[in-house]
């Protein structure tokens, strides 16, 4: 098979390849990196690649299992980890000339997971300066682009993750998400994002911050990827206080159950958010697909609570607290379009806290009807699709003024109610750009949404759908 064959295979295809010693590890990272080194100059997904490393790690893979010591489907498949995630001896900076120099000394617990499952750390990707935006922009290394159109943006936070799936440089990617930084890179860059439930996935270490709202999940290809790498990252870890006990969520063997009977609620704007038309046209038209599996399909005009302002109050003033001991470093070198967040959280009281706090618990208790009479709620993941490099989100939508922090309008309930959530691609706009569509699952239940996410790819696939970048 041809080199571009191995980089468009999904890490299913290359675990059964390299089991049945049809494809060596070697090979297929080799083909993968040789891919990287030709793309990722367009596109600027990876800024730390690890490719000697990453050659080694595919020769010891492929004689352990020449020796039969196989470790299980992701023995020798290259995996990358966002920018923000502790990697042993590996520079991670957080997107900040802060930390453009630090090494950490120990892995993140799930990445110590990955590697003791055989898996290749391929390299590190890009991000915003703290994951804090829904674009992919950072003082160290520039902006990320959108391999469907590159004046646009691939989003933010996990937008190297995502524009590196699209683009085919390799099957598996980590995001991690604490307002929609998973779902909206993998919406705008039309491939299949999951944030799990929150405390699915241990992320100790971090950098102090979003410990109530971020999640560990995967962007890949296909649904099955992401079942295959969700289900080695999780798992409890006392270090993690956060972590959820153990369940066999029997990710795999649910794939290929139908979702007949299922009851779905369909919400094109939760109440509140402003939806470009296309937009709303193609999810609307791929939520109503659903009934065609045997489910059962409602468009539900129960508003939910607008907690955008909610979410900012949380992030900005624990980023900058976070960073009060070096603040005026900060100040200096700091991604330009940060510096309204130095008096906003300046500006905070307790009782802003407080009240985010409170509405985090008044949004549960509306967000809770839905789920005690619908097994999943669809809504669009992003209510435009990419815009432009080198702006923090569009002014206006559809004719009306919106803040930045309307492109997760779709995104933030679900990390505030923690709940799991997915999105499939389900078409382009006539300007050829990814569309996505949210899947929100009941608590606990990544189950359901993988289910719901694998019967919509089988009728309507997307990942033989590639940009073109030659």
């Not at 937008?159 to 995001?175: C, I, K, Q, V, Y």
């Not at 944030?195 to 699915?200: A, D, I, L, T």
Request: aromatic share 10%; net charge negative; hydrophobic share 40%.
């Amino acid at each position: 098979m041809g080199r571009e064959d191995i980089c468009f295979m999904s890490a299913t295809e290359l675990a059964s390849a390299i089991k049945a010693k049809k494809l060596s590890p070697v090979e297929a990272v080799d083909a993968i990196l040789k891919r990287i080194e030709r793309i990722n100059p367009k596109i600027n997904a990876f800024v730390t690649l690890l490719a000697d490393e990453a050659r080694d790690a595919a020769k010891k893979a492929e004689q352990e299992i020449y020796e039969g010591k196989y470790l299980g489907p992701l023995h020798g498949i290259p995996v990358s980890i966002k920018d923000n995630t502790f990697t042993q001896g590996v520079r991670t900076t957080f997107g900040s000339k802060l930390y453009k120099d630090f090494i950490p000394d120990e892995d993140c617990a799930f990445v110590e997971r990955l590697k003791k499952a055989g898996a290749i750390i391929i390299g590190k990707t890009n991000l915003p300066e703290f994951g804090l935006i829904a674009t992919t922009d950072n003082p160290v290394f520039g902006p990320t682009k959108n391999p469907w159109n590159m004046a646009k943006t691939p989003g933010g936070s996990s937008g190297g993750g995502a524009a590196a799936a699209a683009a085919g440089l390799g099957p598996l990617h980590h995001g991690n998400d604490g307002g929609g930084s998973i779902r909206i890179p993998s919406s705008f860059s039309g491939v299949y994002g999951l944030k799990p439930q929150f405390g699915r996935v241990p992320r100790f270490p971090a950098l102090h911050g979003w410990e109530t709202l971020s999640g560990e999940g995967t962007i890949t290809r296909t649904v099955e990827d992401a079942a295959l790498l969700l289900t080695t990252m999780a798992g409890p870890d006392d270090r993690d206080r956060y972590s959820l006990p153990a369940q066999n969520m029997g990710l795999m063997e649910t794939l290929k159950e139908d979702i007949k009977g299922l009851k779905i609620a369909w919400s094109p704007t939760l109440g509140y958010a402003t939806v470009d038309p296309d937009v709303l046209e193609i999810t609307k038209r791929a939520a109503l697909k659903f009934q065609g599996f045997g489910c059962e399909v409602d468009e539900i005009s129960q508003s939910l609570m607008n907690i955008e302002y909610d979410w900012l109050v949380i992030v900005a003033s624990e980023t900058v607290t976070a960073l009060e001991d070096k603040r005026q470093e900060w100040e200096k070198i700091m991604y330009p379009h940060y510096k309204p967040f130095i008096p906003l959280a300046d500006a905070l009281k307790a009782r802003d806290f407080a009240l985010a706090q409170f509405h985090r618990e008044d949004h549960w208790r509306e967000a809770r009807k839905i789920f005690e009479t619908y097994d999943i709620l669809l809504t669009p993941t992003t209510p435009v699709t990419a815009f432009d490099i080198g702006i923090m989100g569009p002014e206006k939508i559809d004719g009306k003024d919106v803040a930045p922090t309307a492109i997760a309008a779709f995104t933030i309930p679900f990390n505030f109610s923690g709940q799991p959530a997915a999105t499939i691609p389900c078409g382009f706009t006539r300007e050829g750009l990814p569309v996505g569509l949210q899947i929100i699952g009941r608590r606990f239940d990544e189950a359901t949404v993988i289910r719901a996410s694998a019967a919509f790819e089988r009728a309507f696939p997307w990942a033989d759908k590639r940009p073109y970048l030659e």
